[in-house]
């Protein structure tokens, strides 16, 4: 990780603005012959107050939750809690929503640990079917040619489970490289477990790995990669 632990003054203000609607950013996906694919949306406190949403959001994480790293029992309440009180308050976090080219959500996508200099991918998911071939792909690859340029990245990492082989051929994809493999320890809680990169109390180590996958500004110059 590159930078700071905090976002600058400029970051935040952007993200702050994204999410109370003040600015907009609707970012195109689109296939590489140019066709309109669908577009990413940042979740802003309007669209965040729909009950819809939180029921979508919440079944969508039910139904992928054993790719996360906090296993528990989703509930459209918990996801309305989770934006109200945790990403959109937050200037280092920008939460996304994905939509077809009809409109229709099927997916989100967002940032957290925003710095100066870098980001964490966070919250990739793709919720419901596409017509589009290949549309994760090029929805992920135009939102982070959005992040470099309005946020200023140098560098972009993340963090997805070894065994989680769809995720980490779509990272490969748009252009991330391994970086670490790490050790693993579940602990377990009231309502799942949650995997730990580190040992704590309670915590016992298991044969899942971590992969840290890094992508630098550098060589992400076209956001839309060719099939």
């Known amino acids: 990780m590159s930078g700071g632990s905090e976002p600058t003054a400029a970051q935040a203000a952007l993200v702050t ?6 600015q907009r950013a609707v970012i195109s996906v689109r296939s ?6 669908g577009t990413v949306e940042p979740i802003t406190y309007d669209l965040a107050a729909d009950c819809r949403l939180h029921e979508t959001l ?38 996304c929503l994905l939509r077809d080219a009809t409109g229709t959500p099927v ?29 994760m792909r090029y929805a992920t690859s135009a939102f982070l040619g959005w992040s470099f340029r309005a946020l200023g990245f140098h560098q972009i990492y993340l963090y ?23 050790p693993l320890w579940r602990r377990e809680t009231a309502e799942g477990y949650d995997l730990l990169r580190w040992g704590a109390p309670g915590a016992l180590p ?8 890094i992508l630098s500004s550098g060589p992400f110059t076209d956001p839309m990669i060719p099939a």
């Not at 603005?17 to 003040?22: F, I, R, S």
């Not at 997916?107 to 549309?135: P, Y």
């Not at 997805?160 to 790490?182: M, S």
Request: net charge neutral.
């Open 32 to 37: 590489p012959a140019g066709e309109v694919l």
């Open 58 to 95: 919440s079944r969508w994480r039910a139904e992928n939750m054993a790719v996360f790293l906090t296993v528990f029992q989703s509930t459209p309440e918990k996801t309305a809690a989770f934006l109200a009180h945790v990403s959109l308050p937050a200037p280092s976090r920008l939460f």
């Open 206 to 213: 298991i044969s899942t790995w971590l992969l840290r996958m």
């Open 160 to 182: 997805v489970l070894e065994d989680n082989a769809r995720a980490v051929r779509l990272y490969e994809a748009v252009g991330f490289q391994r970086r670490e493999r790490l």
């Open 17 to 22: 603005a994204l999410k109370a609607g003040e």
């Open 107 to 135: 997916g989100n996508v967002g940032l957290c640990n925003i710095a100066e200099g870098s980001a964490e991918l966070d919250n990739v998911l793709l919720g419901a079917r596409t017509a589009a071939s290949g549309f």
